[in-house]
């Protein structure tokens, strides 16, 4: 550039912090309906059902859209509808996904296992509008405390953190689970984030010294064409 040029400064564009590890947060699909009077499989005392076909569908979009990003790892929670999400990226990328104990769903205590908690809500029942209005797991009796659910959570995010420096992975949860992680990044009331669709990417930039969030419930990849029709706001 000559002298006579002027100093063009382009606009500011974000890039992660050298160190910096990018976690992908991709909810499950779908998992099988609750059928009233019948229990789920557990898996140490939690709900353990697997995908619906519904799910088994959004995984395989999931594994479309990311396949062609640069991702180092993928970790899943010990519940199989994780693993089943993660299993078409996995394919495609022919990486061996880590089962990390720390992401599973917060335990819903005496509302786990026989489909209590979607029942519950569909319901409205007394406690179960509590618990939303208070945003507090541990309004359901026997459930998780908010601190322990926090906390492993946070764990979690540090754990991999430091594994993965200038890396991408692919972390495959739970609605509460990427709802509680998002509310510490942006410390926001605690149920800001737990509406997550199922199939849905959210993108975290983690530092040494904070949490970035950079994208939400992104589901372009779950729907064939982004509508444009005017809909009616009442």
Do not use: C
């Amino acid at each position: 550039m000559s002298e006579d040029e002027p100093r063009v400064i382009r606009q500011w564009r974000f890039q992660p912090a050298p160190g910096a590890t990018e976690i992908l947060l991709v909810r499950h699909g779908e998992s099988e309906p609750a059928v009233v009077g019948q229990s789920f499989e557990l898996h140490n005392g939690q709900s353990n059902p697997a995908l619906a076909p519904e799910g088994v569908a959004e995984a395989e979009r999931v594994g479309e859209r990311l396949a062609g990003e640069h991702i180092d790892a993928i970790y899943v929670s010990p519940l199989r509808r994780t693993g089943q999400t993660a299993a078409p990226l996995a394919s495609r990328l022919g990486i061996k996904p880590i089962v990390d104990d720390d992401l599973r769903e917060v335990f819903l205590g005496e509302w786990e296992g026989g489909g209590a908690f979607r029942q519950r809500v569909a319901d409205q029942d007394e406690m179960a509008v509590r618990m939303f209005e208070e945003q507090r797991w541990d309004v359901i009796p026997g459930a998780e405390s908010m601190d322990a659910f926090g906390q492993r959570l946070r764990n979690a995010v540090e754990r991999i953190a430091a594994a993965h420096p200038d890396q991408r992975v692919a972390v495959f949860g739970h609605g509460a689970m990427i709802g509680e992680i998002l509310h510490q990044a942006t410390d926001s009331r605690p149920f800001a984030f737990i509406g997550a669709d199922n199939g849905s990417i959210s993108h975290l930039v983690v530092t040494a010294d904070r949490w970035i969030l950079r994208r939400f419930n992104d589901t372009s990849h779950l729907q064939p064409t982004m509508t444009t029709a005017p809909e009616p706001l009442t």
